[in-house]
């Protein structure tokens, strides 16, 4: 809730969502195994395995709103902007 109110209904992100319950078969993929091996398809990665990071599911639209909003000062300060893009030392 606090995510849709502070950033994804302002932003009119209206294709993002947290991912769980997403169709597990549509995130499989192909893999090589081993990584020189022939290609095979992918088990399917359980939505709850990526919570962790972020669990969100977006459109390219809904992307583009964000990245626009970031990089535009619309997110965060100034002093934490330049802190996420800013390399390490």
Do not use: K, N
């Not at 970031?70 to 300060?77: A, C, D, P, Y």
């Amino acid at each position: 809730a606090y995510v849709d109110d502070a950033f994804l209904r302002p932003l009119g992100m209206t294709a993002t969502r947290r991912c769980a319950g997403v169709d597990d078969a549509g995130l499989a993929g192909f893999v090589r195994m081993p990584p020189t091996g022939p290609r095979r398809r992918g088990r399917p990665v359980p939505a709850v395995a990526i919570e962790a990071a972020g669990a969100m599911c977006s459109s390219i639209d809904d992307l583009a709103r964000w990245s626009a909003a970031l990089h535009g000062g619309r997110l965060l300060s100034p002093a934490s902007y330049q802190a996420l893009v800013t390399p390490p030392d």
